[in-house]
């Protein structure tokens, strides 16, 4: 039930994004690669080690950072004139 869940959640910040298509490959991307991961496991039903928990738990965080950072280049760029004084 927790995969229907991150899936829906996931979708939606795929269909929210505009026209940025590296968050959109990003996102799609670390739905496909946690679904993999999940579905492979299951095949096999060996124990997971450490660093490849800690790689799926990253890859499941990327669509919720990719949701609520500033995306839009103007951003950044204003950002980085206010930080350097001009």
């Known amino acids: ?13 795929y269909r ?9 490959a990003l996102v799609v991307g670390s739905l496909a690669s ?3 991961f999940f579905h492979i496991e299951g095949l096999f039903e060996l ?3 450490s660093v490849v928990i800690t790689l799926t738990y990253f890859l499941m965080a990327c669509p919720f950072v990719i949701q609520r950072a500033p995306l839009s280049a103007r951003h950044w760029t204003h950002s980085l004139s206010v930080c350097l004084g001009k």
């Open 16 to 24: 929210r994004l505009g026209r940025e298509d590296w968050a959109k």
């Open 1 to 13: 039930m927790d995969m229907v869940a991150y899936g829906y959640q996931t979708w939606r910040i």
């Open 47 to 49: 124990p997971w080690d």
């Open 34 to 36: 946690v679904i993999g």
